[in-house]
């Protein structure tokens, strides 16, 4: 499988829509609000502690979202887990100047609509403010292009929100973005302040916590594939592996502060193949980068070994470094025919391998089966597959995987 096919599964992937088995990459919230203490501080709150509820723990399997409209396909099919992408946990979403209040309102949203259908969150942390970013000497290398995915301007600003149903809050589904300045934070300081405000408000210790917070949020993604190589359409991170390897000791330092019990996911591997495995070698170069992750993560965009969603050459490749940690796969998806019943046969096949090599959790990017619109078949072919489920049939398929 070459390299350029994989980066251009990628891009599509991040482009599609939910609806009909299209990805789910827009609609991503957005908005502003009142904003909630200043100086990292918020204002004090008292309730009791909550906790993730056992049954949802014992879960193992999650879906990306768009936005939180999803909530209730995810809860249909028996999954119990959500990752928001991006999400609303961009620093400069919630800080939107050096000197401005961090304001919760958009996460509120978010957080609130999922707890209502017993579903927990998988956050995942961007340290991006352009505010910030742009006090960096040498500032031009962190820019991506305007054509990116998740830019503010350019392809970024098309995916406003649309086709909203009565009722609906135009706010909660408003474009997600990234900041066009995507390098390490400036300010470390403002930045980690950030983060702890962040863990501090959903960590449901009972203390300054989000007001009617009852499923919280324990565990904390550093980023998203930063071994990505870099295009005009995505491109998440422009550094390298010891500068992500400096972002994710200091990111989990600052989580680790505000709650003991939460848990650091690393950012995931685009896929299983050495060239971006290798970018997580040289992160592993450091002791302390290795300590600072409590989870490690993959990702497989129907890429490299799909069969196992990319879990086997990832643990072959922690093994290398004597890491014995979870593994989840944050990204899954099987999308190598354009019959979507053996595209769910695939994915059913791809998860039981996924859990019998120890995979803790899975989340899946799609809501369907059908290939996304300029699909050019896999390479090397269609795999030979006896079918075994029904992929038109997007829910029934999801509720047989998930019982796995």
Known sequence: MTRPWKIVV?????????????????????GTGGGEGGSGESTPTSSAPVSIPQEVLDNKFGFLSGGPEDA????????????????????ERIQTGEDASFDFSLPDKWVQRYQEKEIATLATIWPFASWDQVRRPGQDKCMVSENDEFSPTGAGAKKGAKDLKEGEDEEMYARGYLPLFRCNPYDWEA???WVTASVERYDGDGSNDMPGLEIPIKYWEVMNEPDL????????????ATAYAELLIKTAAAIRQADSEAKVVI???????DHFLDFYRDVFQSAEAIAAFDIGNVHCISNDDYQSFNVDPYKKMLAEFGIDKPVWVTEAQAILSTDPDINATIALNATKEALALGAGRIFFTQYGF????GWHGA?????SVEKELEGDDPEAAYRVITCQ
């Not at 482009?15 to 957005?30: D, E, H, N, P, Q």
């Not at 887990?81 to 946990?89: C, D, I, L, N, Q």
């Not at 190589?229 to 390298?240: H, I, S």
């Open 10 to 30: 990628l891009a599509v992937a991040i482009a599609g829509l939910v609806a009909g088995g299209w990805f789910i990459y827009s609609r991503v919230a957005g």
């Open 72 to 91: 209730s396909f995810i809860g249909n099919v028996g999954a119990a887990w959500v990752r928001p992408h991006p999400g609303a946990f961009v620093w």
């Open 191 to 193: 930045y980690a302040a």
């Open 229 to 240: 190589d870099g295009n005009e359409t995505l491109d998440f991170y422009k550094e390298d």
């Open 267 to 273: 950012a995931g591997a685009a896929g299983g193949d």
């Open 370 to 373: 059908e290939p996304w619109e």
């Open 379 to 383: 390479p090397g072919g269609t795999p």
